[in-house]
Each structure stands twice: as C-alpha cells, then as structure tokens.
C-alpha cells in the first residue's frame, strides 16, 4: 500500500568522518521498500515500519523540504541517497521524487551519492550528469541471477544493474558496488565474492565497499528466518545454532574471505572505498 505522508525534515547530517562513503549529508524519499530483499535490516522495529514490504511512505514535500534545508547548509557536500529505502523502487515511477532531488542538487551545486539494486537509475542519467562529481553503488550480494530471484525477490537482476553499471561508467560516472551484506552459508563462499570483483571491474566498477557479514535483529531475524525455513530447508537451524541471538553475523572465514578479496580487488585497481576528488588546497599566507 502506498501512503503518502508530510515529512517534518529530510536531510540529515552524516556523523563523523565518513572515510568509506564520503558523504556529507543523507535523505530518504520514501520509507518502505518493494525490492522485498530477504535480509533487509530496515524492517527491524528501531526503524518504525510495520510492514516494510508492503506500505511504501512517500515524502510527498520532499523536494520543498529539500530546497529549504539544502539553502541552510554551509558545506557543499556530497548528499547520499538510499541509506535505508531504495530511491528507485518501483514507486519512484509514479512520484519522481528522486529524479526532482537530482535537480535541486545539480541546481544548488551538491555532489550526489546514489545507492540501489535498480537500472531505474538510466532514466536519470542526464540529470546525473549535470550534479558535481556523481558517484553510483549498485548493491550486489551475488552475481548469480537464480540466486538472486530467491533472496531479492523484486529487484532487478544482477545481470541488469551490471548493465546499467557498465552505460553510467561510460558515460563518466563513478560508479561501483556496495557487496553487503554477506550472508553466512548462502553468499559467504570465495567464488562468490571473487566473482563479484572481477564482474565490477568488466563492467566499468571503480570501487567495492565490502561487509563480510549480516545483521540480525527483532522482527528482521523473524522475516529471515521464515524466508529461510521456505527457500533453503534446513539452514535456520544452522544459525540460531552459530549465532543465537547475536546483532551481528559473521560470514564464514571472514578472513580468508577479506584477504582474497583485497588481493583481487589490487590486482584490478579496485578501492574499498568511493574514490573522490581532492579538495583543493588552501593558499598559504606568507
């Protein structure tokens, strides 16, 4: 079901040092999420969304919130979308809200971060092309498409996302994965993940940013499980066995799993990280 909803604000300040995803700022456009990823941490219950799959929230004064809190802000810098609910589901079609927030970003001068599952995103290419310094992550958890129909059951295919990976690269932008989460006995094997790189580096990927494992917790670990008990028999049994009631679940050999793909990831000039331009260097006084 789709609601849509008035949003007090939308962009947030990311905290810290983002060393890895160089963003500045977040927002989220819509709450909820119809790619139906299995392993989604979103629906757990800090997040308030009862029915993730299902109700898709829609920032119908999003792009007004935008402008007025984007002509507040005194660094210009890099804007990340998706951080808990994909810009280009399938509602984005209706609404168009992340195509109009590209615009105020390329208008007001902001870099843009954009992180999804969806080839949606060509349809805005000309409109990424005109923000500063656009970086694009395709999550990728497998390269495997029958896998992937079972455990992100209404995105795109990763052959499709490859695809659109490769025309963005073309046509200039930064683009890459984000390989998270791992999941342990399913997505945790070195093949996988070795062919995850090599993938990205065919296809015009500069970057992979890893997490060699999952979380799980409250109404997520109860989703999981279920989709578990139907997809892969057998396998809830193996987890509450290794991990119980843990937040966090390490993939199998995580180690040896890093270390290979470090050694992969070198040997193609690939970074952990979304490689950015240097700020330009401020004159000295004499």
């Known amino acids: 079901?789709?609601?849509?909803?008035?949003?007090?604000?939308?962009?947030?300040?990311?905290?810290?040092?983002?060393?890895?995803?160089?963003?500045?700022?977040?927002?989220?456009?819509?709450?909820?999420?119809?790619?139906?990823?299995i392993y989604c941490d979103s629906r757990s219950e800090c997040y308030g969304i009862e029915n993730f799959d299902r109700d898709?929230?829609?920032?119908?004064?999003?792009?007004?919130?935008?402008?007025?809190?984007?002509?507040?802000?005194?660094?210009?810098?890099?804007?990340?979308?998706?951080?808990?609910?994909d810009p280009y589901t399938p509602v984005e079609l209706r609404y168009n809200l992340t195509a109009q927030?590209?615009?105020?970003?390329a208008r007001r001068g902001f870099p843009a971060h954009m992180n999804t599952k969806s080839d949606?995103?060509?349809?805005?290419?000309?409109?990424?092309?005109?923000?500063?310094?656009?970086?694009?992550?395709?999550?990728?958890?497998?390269?495997?498409?029958?896998l992937a129909r079972k455990i992100e059951p209404g995105a795109p295919l990763p052959s499709a996302r490859l695809r659109a990976m490769q025309t963005l690269a073309e046509a200039g932008v930064t683009v890459g994965v984000s390989l998270m989460p791992v999941l342990p006995f399913i997505?945790?094997?070195?093949?996988?993940?070795?062919?995850?790189?090599?993938?990205?580096?065919?296809?015009?990927?500069?970057?992979?940013?890893?997490?060699?494992?999952?979380?799980?917790?409250?109404?997520?670990?109860?989703?999981?499980?279920?989709c578990l008990e139907r997809l892969f028999p057998g396998l809830r049994e193996?987890?509450?066995?290794?991990?119980?009631?843990?937040?966090?679940?390490?993939?199998?050999?995580?180690?040896?799993?890093?270390?290979?793909?470090t050694q992969r990831c070198a040997e193609y000039g690939i970074t952990p990280h979304i490689p950015r331009p240097a700020p330009p260097e401020q004159l000295k006084l004499f």
């Not at 007004?64 to 984007?70: F, P």
């Not at 002509?71 to 609910?85: D, E, I």
Request: charged share 25%.
């Open 101 to 105: 927030a590209l615009q105020v970003l």
């Open 56 to 85: 898709v929230l829609v920032k119908v004064n999003a792009i007004e919130l935008l402008e007025k809190e984007l002509a507040s802000k005194r660094v210009k810098g890099p804007v990340g979308f998706g951080s808990m609910s």
């Open 187 to 226: 997505t945790d094997q070195p093949e996988t993940i070795l062919a995850i790189v090599e993938q990205t580096a065919a296809h015009g990927g500069s970057f992979i940013i890893p997490w060699f494992g999952m979380s799980l917790r409250d109404r997520q670990r109860v989703h999981y499980y279920a």
């Open 238 to 261: 193996r987890y509450e066995k290794r991990f119980g009631t843990s937040y966090g679940c390490k993939a199998n050999d995580a180690t040896v799993l890093s270390r290979a793909f």
């Open 120 to 146: 949606l995103i060509l349809r805005d290419l000309p409109l990424l092309t005109q923000v500063p310094n656009p970086t694009v992550a395709f999550t990728l958890t497998t390269s495997d498409d029958d």
């Open 1 to 37: 079901m789709i609601q849509e909803i008035q949003a007090k604000t939308l962009v947030s300040r990311v905290p810290g040092d983002d060393r890895v995803f160089g963003m500045k700022y977040n927002l989220n456009l819509y709450r909820g999420c119809e790619h139906r990823c």
